[in-house]
């Protein structure tokens, strides 16, 4: 199924087509900001996953099952704004 390159919806940014950035991105910024405060927080200060640090000082990723309710929700919120700008780049 092909995306709908040229369109001036109201609830969703154009596609980025290489030519019309400077549109593209005050769209998404709005679009992203529209989704949710923290949507947008995870765009602008960065998201990574929870580490853990062991008895050996040897650092690795924190299984996801022990997340705090924090933990998960900036997870949620930086999945979200990555699936926004994956689907509106062509």
């Known amino acids: 199924m092909e995306l709908i390159k040229e369109d001036w919806s109201t609830t969703l940014p154009s596609v980025l087509d290489g030519i019309n950035y400077s549109c593209w991105i005050a769209r998404m910024i709005s ?3 529209s989704i949710d405060h ?30 705090t309710v924090a933990e998960d929700e900036g997870s949620i919120k930086n999945s979200r704004a990555l699936d926004a700008i994956f689907n509106r780049v062509d």
């Open 38 to 67: 923290k949507t947008w927080k995870a765009i602008v200060a960065g998201w990574s996953p929870p580490q853990v640090t062991n008895t050996d000082r040897v650092v690795s990723p924190e299984p996801e099952n022990e997340w």
């Open 31 to 33: 679009f992203l900001k």
